[in-house]
């Protein structure tokens, strides 16, 4: 278990308190500090390396038992690298040359830079990462390599990027790549072209969206073709260290931003299968989080992540600062929640943003773990605490693995791209129904797994799968989600399923073939005047919000489970061992906008049919005040839960059995009823407690 804290990003905090703070930053129980190794900083001089500052500090770390992770900060260029190639400048969507300047909360360096297409660029970035690998691989600190921090690429632009003419030329060897020449593209995008000139990548949301699409597309895998180039030249140099990046935050929340299209800094799923570990940043009450929200970034992550490693890249350290706006404070406590919240749901690691508060720009005054919010010594005592516990269990820890999960909720980038493709960055229907889903199985206490398409090997642990807003859906993963069904599982698809090709065309629902689960689509209708639809499984009614449209469905070997004005709205297919749920709406997106027990009442239903099993029931919570995961440590059962401090919970154990050994890790207390558990949650709302 990693247990660190960020302390510097160039130039601050000032030299005369570095010697100060890290003998601090290891009496707070810390064992990590990271540090940002800034390109523009170290090479301000071409092929001159000033490492001083970062030796000094590694030395200083290692006298202090604290282990260093590197976060190589190479989209932050120098300034000569443009000087000496003019022609390597970023392009926005309107073909201006971005200009670059420095990010809005450092110091130095460039951004966004030289296009991350042009060799000349990533020649001299291998340059860069190549000296530091060599350079700091061989000291006694180093821990890791965070290879790409958020991996950012496009920030302080006026406009969409990249549209360089490197760009452009990787964009035509991509689709090379997909469609074999220039013919191919012209079969697929259903044009006429005489060269490569002609083809174009799509521009800005509102016009056609096969070009918008493919482009979106290259963006997202050529971020992961750009992760690889940076583990494989840090590797080359340093073959002994783990080397993992993190995200902003999770692809399943990346519906684009100002001047971001969505998923352009990569897909998660495909970053992390590169790297040793995978993370992503989180500031609750920077941006609003509940601690559901948060658990949702979390759950997304560890998915991503797979059977590697993930951690939670920057928590939150102190009250925020938004220019001359302030935000809440972070109390002991809640950190505390988010910290333990994590591990339960299986962290390896967390890393505090920051240690002092930030003196730069609009994060002045802001974020510091010991920074000037009036909670500081809290923080300190807290994480102190914290510390104690985890090198007390620091083995049992290392070893717990949160259960499997038995359900899961389908992430379809080219929904997102498709959607972006219409409404740019207003477009968030195809997120908040990923997200409405997520929160739903949150709320029914249900561990889940996302997927994505091109990362399906836990879907054979699944009983219940979900595909929100599935307009556009991979035939490869729509077959395997067939078979899938087929060997005994149980879908339930929204509207609308694969209505557009992977060039982004609509396909008539008559053309559609069932889309391999035969189902028959006849067709969008309006929203009912109600804004219901009832529906009717197993004898049960329930009723339910709609959303956005209705999908009406031909009912030829299908049973009805709604009807308006007379026509199928949803229905039931057998198929193989298994059943397809279709329901002509989007449940998640309307739970998203408002809580709706009666999709909570209709998940919950079809998690009994599929045959989930409730591993723990915390009776009278619903997931958004408390939060649990179950697990195993060797032979212990091991239970993390979330709440309010020093309340009492009940919690259900259907497969407690007898036990013979229990104990509370934390500070907080249990005892055995029967089949239950009463525990005393801590002063910071944490229990963690292990049996067997």
Same mark, same amino acid.
């Given at each position: 278990?990693? *247990? ?89 969507? *309107? ?9 809005? %909360? ?11 297409? $042009? ?23 180093? %821990? ?154 979390? %759950? ?32 002991? &406590? ?43 010594? $809290? ?17 049992? *820890? ?53 997927? &994505? ?42 509207? $609308?399923?694969?209505?557009? #090709? ?52 031909? %009912? ?98 259907? #497969? ?37």
């Amino acid at each position: 278990m990693l *247990l660190g804290v960020q302390y510097y990003r160039p130039p601050s905090p000032d030299l005369a308190q570095w010697e100060h703070d890290i003998a601090a930053i290891a009496r707070a129980g810390f064992d990590t500090v990271q540090l940002w190794l800034i390109w523009g900083w170290v090479e301000a001089k071409q092929g001159e390396y000033e490492w001083g500052d970062y030796d000094r500090l590694m030395d200083l770390a290692h006298a202090s038992g604290l282990r260093v992770v590197i976060s190589t900060i190479a989209e932050m260029q120098p300034a000569w690298l443009l000087r000496r190639h003019p022609d390597a400048a970023m392009v926005d969507h *309107l073909g201006r040359v971005t200009p670059s300047t420095t990010r809005v %909360e450092a110091q130095v360096g460039v951004t966004p830079g030289g296009s991350f297409d $042009d060799p000349r660029v990533l020649a001299h970035m291998r340059d860069f990462l190549d000296a530091a690998a060599r350079h700091f691989g061989p000291h006694p600190a180093l %821990e890791a390599w965070d290879c790409w921090n958020e991996n950012r690429w496009a920030m302080e632009g006026d406009g969409y990027l990249d549209y360089s003419p490197a760009s452009i030329r990787a964009f035509h060897s991509w689709l090379v790549s997909r469609h074999g020449d220039l013919d191919g593209v012209a079969r697929a995008w259903r044009r006429r072209f005489a060269e490569w000139d002609d083809v174009q990548p799509g521009r800005k949301p509102g016009l056609p969206y096969t070009d918008l699409v493919a482009f979106q597309r290259f963006l997202t895998e050529r971020a992961t073709t750009h992760l690889r180039f940076r583990r494989d030249t840090i590797r080359a140099a340093d073959p002994a260290h783990p080397i993992s990046a993190h995200c902003g935050e999770p692809s399943v929340n990346s519906a684009g931003s100002l001047f971001e299209q969505p998923l352009s800094r990569g897909n998660d799923f495909a970053h992390a299968a590169e790297l040793d570990g995978y993370g992503c940043s989180s500031f609750p009450h920077l941006e609003g989080m509940s601690m559901l929200d948060l658990g949702l970034r979390i %759950e997304a992550t560890r998915s991503a992540a797979g059977e590697r490693p993930f951690w939670l890249a920057e928590l939150q350290g102190g009250g925020g600062r938004l220019g001359h706006h302030v935000l809440p404070a972070v109390r002991a &406590d809640e950190q505390q929640r988010w910290l333990w919240n994590g591990m339960g749901r299986g962290a390896k690691g967390t890393i505090i943003w920051q240690w002092r508060d930030e003196v730069l720009g609009r994060e002045s005054g802001g974020f510091g773990f010991v920074g000037d919010d009036g909670h500081a010594a $809290d923080r300190v005592e807290a994480m102190a605490r914290t510390s104690e516990l985890l090198a007390s269990h620091s083995g049992f *820890l290392d070893a717990y693995r949160p259960e499997a999960a038995q359900v899961g909720v389908m992430f379809l980038p080219d929904t997102y791209y498709l959607e972006w493709a219409q409404d740019g960055n207003d477009g968030r229907q195809a997120r908040e129904s990923v997200l409405g889903w997520m929160r739903v199985f949150e709320e029914l206490q249900l561990p889940y797994e996302v997927l &994505d398409p091109d990362h399906l090997s836990r879907l054979d642990d699944l009983k219940l799968l979900v595909l929100p807003w599935p307009l556009s859906v991979p035939p490869a993963a729509l077959a395997a989600v067939a078979a899938w069904v087929e060997r005994g599982g149980l879908l339930l698809t929204e509207a $609308d399923l694969a209505a557009f #090709d992977e060039e982004a065309f609509y396909r008539p629902p008559g053309s559609r073939g069932g889309s391999g689960l035969g189902l028959r689509s006849l067709g969008r209708r309006e929203l009912p005047t109600s804004g219901t639809l009832s529906l009717e499984l197993d004898g049960v009614t329930f009723l339910l919000p709609a959303a956005s449209w209705l999908e009406q469905y031909d %009912e030829t070997d299908a049973r009805v489970l709604a009807r308006d004005a007379g026509r199928p709205v949803a229905v039931e297919r057998a198929l193989g061992a298994g059943a397809v749920v279709s329901v002509g709406t989007f449940l998640g997106l309307a739970h998203s906008r408002a809580s709706s027990p009666s999709v909570l009442r209709f998940a919950g239903h079809l998690a009994e049919r599929a045959g989930v099993t409730f591993s723990a029931r915390v009776p009278g919570t619903d997931g958004t005040t408390v939060q649990w995961r179950r697990g195993t440590s060797g032979d212990w059962s091991v239970l993390f839960l979330i709440g309010i401090p020093h309340s009492e919970l009940v919690v259900h154990l259907p #497969d407690l059995g007898a036990v013979t050994d229990i104990e509370e890790l934390t500070d907080g207390c249990v005892s055995v009823d029967s089949d239950r558990l009463v525990v005393g949650l801590s002063a910071w709302g944490v229990v963690v407690v292990r049996w067997r």
